[in-house]
């Protein structure tokens, strides 16, 4: 499965019951003006064209499309690399190519290199938000209310302030840190966003993923999930993943040879912390690797690992792995330097 994958199995960058799904290619504007004027902008003889899972079918079209307009002397080349986010950029295409186009992910970090062409979502989120005002504090009472959502919302992002604000709201919103590109924004292994002075968060999205996190983030919060895709509103209740962290840690307190990931993802290496657990473990040894799958793990006969790349791998896909898989902060608990009450969601800062 994938590294961004929600609990129902899809990925940031896969668009299978995501509401993104695009029935018709005008639906999505992917920018090709812009990246034609670039390619003679730069006099480009190769570009490199990487999309997400969801949106690699389109790139055949893509590259058609760019073929027409350019001179016949321009190659272009697909990414066949997984991705999942913009932490995964095709570096090894990237330095080959004049132009490189990131498809499908907002920037995790501006470069003159890349022209990011991000997708937006075209599902109404008012008919949600306008359920989700039952799960809401009386704005009367209490008119603070936390705003945040995903990339693929942020078309809307103003709007939905702006609606929260006619119906009596203070709504509030930050900028988390420099891994997100939006105010109100959130990732997968980022909420900084919701660093916000209310005790109501409005998460406006679909998956569970992400409101899991803020949810484990931010426990002091009500989280309320307002999902347009699939027409619901939920709380976040992170009792259910707690348990099941709890159960991995367990059985990652028997291990004596530990294998720690570290993932050679651009947007994903936390050296530091694998350093740091190797310096303080003489069983320990540091797996490098890109993709972080189960089959490239089996045969390395260790007890358990930690895995200081993307940690929807280690939460979502956990369960696949053949030895219990634990974050950083898990693994802390796992060897007894931690008690098991200070289990955290693993969160990512910063860029590269
Ligand atoms: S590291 Fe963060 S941005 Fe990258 S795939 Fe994982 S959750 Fe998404």
Redo the contacts with the bound molecule.
Sequence with gaps: M???ASDEGY??GDLRNTGMDLRHDREWDYELERIVDEIEERDAEKVGLQFPEGLKRRGPAVADDLREVVDDDVTIMLSGQPC?????LDTYLMRRTDVFVHFG?SP?KESDQIIYVPLFSNVDPFPILEDSLDELPDPEEDPAVGLVTTAQHMNRFGEMVEWLEERGYEVHTRKGDD?LTYEGQV????YASADIDADHVLYVGGGK?HPMGLAMEHQEKHVVIADPVNNVVTIADPEQFLKQRYATVHKAMDAEKWGVIF?T?I??GRWEVAEEILENNDNAYLITMDEVTPDRLLNFNMDAFVNT?????TTDDGPQFHKPMVTPGEYEIAMGNKPLDELEFDT?HGTW
């Design positions: 994938s590294q961004d990925s940031e999942y986010g913009a932490c995964d992910h995790m891994r990732l997968g292994c980022n993923f993932c993802k947007g994903q790349g993307c940690p929807r791998i990512f």
